[in-house]
C-alpha cells in the first residue's frame, strides 16, 4: 500500500511540475506558475518529513498547501512587477508630453520672432521711403533733390544735376561738354 501511493504521490508531482510547463509562454514561466512549483515541492518535502505515519499523504497534503501558497507569492510578485511598470510607463508619457509642450512654446516663441522681425523690416523700409522720397520712385519727374549728405542723393549713390534734359545748359562737372560749349 505504501509504494501505490509514494507512485500515486509521484505521478501527481510530475502532473503537476510539466502542466506547468506546458502553461509556459514562449519557455518562460509565469511567476505564478513559479511559485506553484516551488512551493509544492517544498511543501511535499515537508510534508513527507512531518508526517511519518504516511509519508505519501503527508507529501500530497503539503505539496497541495505548497502550492497553493507558492501560487499567492507568485501572483502578489507579479502584480507588483505590472504596477512598477504601469507607473514608468505614466511617468514616461509625462514626460513626454512636458517635452511636445517644449516643443510648441519654442515653436511658437520662433514664429513670434519671425514676425517681430517682419514687422521691424517693414517699419524699417517705411521709414526710409518717408527719408528718401526720391528713392521710393527713381523716375519721379521734377522732384526738388536736396543735395545734403546725409538725407539727399548723394547720401543715395545719386549724382545731382538739376538741369538734366536742358540741351542750353552743360553739366558742371564734365570737361568734355565744358569745352564743347
Not at 3 to 28: D, E, P, R
Not at 54 to 62: D, F, K, L, M, T
Not at 155 to 164: M, R, T, V
Request: charged share 20%.
Amino acid at each position: 500500500m505504501k509504494k501505490v501511493s509514494l507512485i500515486l504521490a509521484l505521478v501527481m508531482f510530475f502532473t503537476a511540475v510539466y502542466s506547468n510547463m506546458a502553461q509556459a509562454q514562449n519557455g518562460k514561466w509565469s511567476p505564478q506558475a513559479k511559485g506553484a512549483v516551488i512551493g509544492g515541492i517544498g511543501g511535499a518535502a515537508a510534508g513527507a518529513i512531518i508526517n511519518k505515519r504516511n509519508r505519501a499523504v503527508g507529501g500530497v497534503v503539503g505539496g497541495v498547501a505548497g502550492a497553493g501558497v507558492g501560487y499567492a507569492i507568485g501572483k502578489h510578485t507579479d502584480n507588483k512587477r505590472k504596477k512598477a511598470a504601469a507607473e514608468a510607463a505614466a511617468r514616461q508619457v509625462a514626460a513626454n508630453r512636458a517635452a511636445e509642450a517644449r516643443a510648441e512654446r519654442a515653436a511658437l516663441a520662433r514664429r513670434v520672432a519671425a514676425a517681430e522681425r517682419k514687422a521691424d523690416l517693414a517699419a524699417q523700409t517705411q521709414k526710409q521711403q518717408q527719408q528718401y522720397p526720391v528713392m521710393a520712385n527713381g523716375f519721379a519727374a521734377n522732384t526738388p533733390m536736396m543735395l545734403t549728405a546725409a538725407n539727399g542723393p548723394v547720401a543715395a549713390g545719386y549724382l545731382p544735376n538739376e538741369s538734366y534734359g536742358d540741351r542750353n545748359t552743360p553739366y558742371s562737372t564734365s570737361e568734355v561738354r565744358r569745352k564743347s560749349w
